[in-house]
């Protein structure tokens, strides 16, 4: 899992500064175009779900697009859930308004919306076989299809799914994998608009799951159909999605790209929850249209960009990611000991201590470690980084 | 190693040795039985007949009306327990479903024969046929009918019928009905294309349970129908405790055990099937 | 002002069920029928601390095992009994003199007195079940003061077995209020008949072979003990058109009579009289052309492991004074002339307890025949599956 998560990080800080630059300005005049032309295909207004006492979800706004890969992220209780089951018709809102296709289908029942769901434990039907599961939703469809039609249509989704004459069996004779098949089929032989995925991989093993993220990502491609997946894990959601929908205590906390969400987390909530940082709490000394300058513990004063502006005097934490911080012997920047060393391959994380500021992590490249030389448990060294490198986020 | 198999065989013991006194014994005797002779004062005298057998036919309407009242008994617990299950196990609220439930076994807290006794006064002419003569409504004739009869089983053996449906209903992946609906399907089909195929197992176990029971009612039918009509039960206890012919009386509970077997091996192959194979749900 | 009105109320409903649970339903059968079988009811007055001085050395034993029927017995009397003796008597009570005989037939019994009826002793003797009482041993026993009639049948082969206890007769109960211009039934053809015609649905037959087929024999006038397989074959022909007519065949008709669901039932003695008593309108009649005569003995099985104590129960109850007591709990009549010397006088001029002597000559006693007839057994169980 770490490591995982380390390999993704790692991707992001290779870029460097003035490239991610430029691909975020060409990213969001993308945006601009497509979000002005097409409706969306989704779209939740103001949408709440209460039971009694209990907020699930407060006043969503969202619009997906048309052909998008979208995730709701959070942990779990976060609300995700309910918004996903909202689009499906399993809950009715109980104030706002989902619409599908630009239409308001509050009242539409679950299996008149043009939308199929893979569920999280997939829900297949354990009394019919595969090919009985899959050809479930065509055997709805009033007039009927033909049967040789359905068949047909039946052994296409096999295809597709890469379980081709696996028709015949029993569900229980699937591994999970196949199982995760059958019921990414029994839902994409209807061709919905929008394909809801609820974790779906949540029940399968590491490596599998890593296989089956890259499948779905090509699936969604070649089929062009809006996906919308929910999951807590934000590897998974990092590595899929075109954007991704952070939700905190049935809230949406931060809507966007992956990038955006990594580099320009809206909040310190965000910026832990996606990818790993290290936090030095204390006081706004300044903020202008340059920068922000926190004042940290022992006087130490961090300065970074406010993603959003946060007044001087107000308590806030100076957010950096482990790869933005250097490590070396000359005396530049803060004297820290180190902790504790961990090996991950491409890269050496270190935990290292402050005086003031406390312990913070720093990843370092194998190529900075062979100029610089490694560092064990108990040495002296000194971390520093770019100045103005640092997020300033409110706390939440 | 063998003192694993020796405390395996201890554990063992008590359920095996009940299982021969109370099972195969008293099967074996009721077998040697069979074969004997009715002694001059009653009871048994060791011979080899099969006269016995033979003599079967004479309680030919007994089986008769036992493989009517049998059938006609379960489905009408199977057509009133259904509902009754699927309402406490899918629309019942948690608060209410315990109480429900209880309520379903309280009957069995008193003896059949007393709740029999209370079901003869409801039914007699001063209680339900008086109340419906006051409403103006008639006033028939309820005790001692094929109907109260009907009333009684399905009374006495609701309880048995209600709760293997609704365990299988309770077990049922509520999912799965909200992935029928998302595949398209009305509420009412999803009930026929899932929810009753889901639960078959728990039907075939309700009837299998109050069928092999109503093959040896006679309680009921005595007390309820009025005697007037005789079971294969009935059959038996008067061949056991009026005439004393034990050996035609264990010829007769033989027949009897053979039709339950034979039942129960096509239950067992029909559940197979609904299983599609696997063995371990026919069994619930 | 009878109790039929109310009832369903629940103090009388309670009281039915208590009357259940007492296992004082129908005399006999009942227990048989419902499969209840060898439910026991176990009174137990173990009340040691009273024994009296007379018996102070114990040498009776401790305790007597009576195997007799349901509410036949005054529980006061039994508590008397523990009292002077030390021994606790338990009582075990059963639904039908089948089963009595299944239950020593099998063996292991372990009672010391049991109570079985007329017709049965031969068959106990036959099967060496039962053993001669010493006389000696029963000083309160005075055969010169019984109704030879009633007491023989404890007699077999010049030996005594048994010793008489009570009578009683079969006849039928009828509800005089549903007949209207009908006169009162008082034959057995008339009882068949009615049952056929006016009375159809209303009418209630013993589940017991001996006393159903024995008064539809009477309707031809053939013997009530008959196993002629022609007169048998009449009688199934009568109860085959009777059959649909039938209100219920079932020996506990008592609560279908109270609630005026059956208006006509074949009864006993006891039931005809707690009947008539709470429900003035309810006759009991004895067939002008006879029916059952019977009379219960008291006797003591083969290895009875108390047998002391069971000589000292009898002893006992066949005390005039104890046997009084009785009487006058379980409502039927003895035929010790001593007991009828000190009972009250309306009771021995109740026409059911004891009936005037052209009816009882009438009457016949159960033969021992039709306990173990296949015939009659086989008829039954054509009747009832028809």
Known sequence: MQFVVYTLNGVFSTLNYKSRHILRVMESNLKSATEAKATPIAELRDASKHYGAVVAAQGLNLSIRPGEFLSFLGPSGCGKTTALRMLAGFEAPTSGEILLDGQRVNDVPPHQRPVNMVFQHYALFPHLTVAQNIAYGLRQRRPRPAAAEIARAVDQALETVRLPGF?????????????????????????????????????????????????LQT????????????????????????????????????????????????????????????????????????????????????????????????????????????LHRKADGLPVTVVNRIFLGEHTEYLVRHADLGEFLVLVSRQAEAAEGGFDPGDSAHASWADGAALILADD | MQRQGLRTWLFLAPAGAWFLCMLVLPLIVVFVFAFGERGAAGGYVPAFTFENFANLGARWTAFQNTMVLAPVGTLACLLIAYPLAYFLALRASSRWRTLLLILVIVPFWTSILIRSYAWIYLLGGQGIPSLLNALGLGNPRLINTPFAVLIGIVYGYLPLMVFPIYVALERLDKRLLEASSDLGSPPWRSFLQVTLPLSMPGVATGCMLVFILLMGEFLIPAMLGGGKVFFIGNALVDLFLQSRNWPFGAAVAVALVVVMLVTVAAYLRFTRRWAGGRDDVSLM | MTDRKDFLTREKFMAELYRYKKGSVTRRHFLGVTGLGLATSVFSSAVSGLRSAAYAQGSIGDRVVVASWPNYHDPANFDAFTAETGAAVDLNVFGSNEEMLAKLQAGGSGWDVFVPTNYTITTYVEQDLIEPIDLSKLPNYDPASFDARFADAGTVNGT????????????????????????????????????????????????????????????????FNSIDPAELADAEKLLLEVKPHLFAINSDYQPSMRSTDAWMSIAWTGDGLQLKRDMPEIDYVLGKEGGELWSDFFAIPKGAPHRDAAYALLNFLLNPEVNA??????????????????????????????????????????????????NRAELMARFKSA
């Not at chain 1, 959601?237 to 205590?249: N, Q, T, V, W």
Request: net charge neutral; aromatic share 8%; with cysteine.
């Open chain 1, 219 to 326: 699936l969604q491609r070649s089929l062009g159909i809006t996906f919308i997946l929910v999951t807590h894990d934000q590897e998974e959601a990092l590595s899929m999605s075109d954007r991704i929908c952070i939700m905190r205590g049935g809230r949406i906390v931060q809507v966007g790209s992956p990038r955006d969400l990594y580099d320009r987390p809206a909040s310190r909530y965000v910026a832990d929850f996606v990818g790993k940082s290290n936090f030095f709490p204390g006081q706004v000394a300044t903020s202008s249209g340059e920068g922000t300058v926190l004042a940290a513990a022992g006087g130490h004063r961090i300065a970074g960009t406010a993603p959003v502006e946060i007044a001087a005097g107000r308590t806030a934490s100076a957010s950096l990611r482990p790869e933005q911080i250097a």
């Open chain 3, 160 to 223: 005594v077995y048994a010793v008489p206890r009570n009578w009683g007769t079969t006849g039928f109960v009828v509800n005089t209020s549903m007949l209207g211009d009908l006169p009162k039934p008082t034959t057995w053809k008339e009882f068949w008949d009615m049952t056929k015609a006016e009375f159809t649905g209303r009418t209630m037959v013993h589940d017991y072979q001996l006393t159903t087929i024995g008064n539809a024999l009477k309707y031809y006038g053939y013997s």
């Open chain 3, 325 to 374: 007591k009785e009487v006058a709990f379980h409502g039927y009549p003895v035929a010790d002339a001593r007991v009828n010397a000190i009972l009250p006088p309306e009771m021995l001029n109740d026409p059911i307890r004891y009936p005037a002597a052209e009816l009882l000559s009438a009457l016949e006693f159960g033969a021992a025949v039709t306990l173990t007839d296949p």
């Open chain 1, 167 to 215: 028709g015949p069996r029993r569900i229980w004779e699937m591994s999970g994998g196949q199982q995760q098949r059958v019921a990414l089929a029994r839902a994409i032989v209807n061709q919905p608009k929008i394909l809801l995925l609820d974790e779906p991989m949540a029940a399968l093993d590491k490596k599998l799951r890593r296989d089956m993220q890259i499948e």
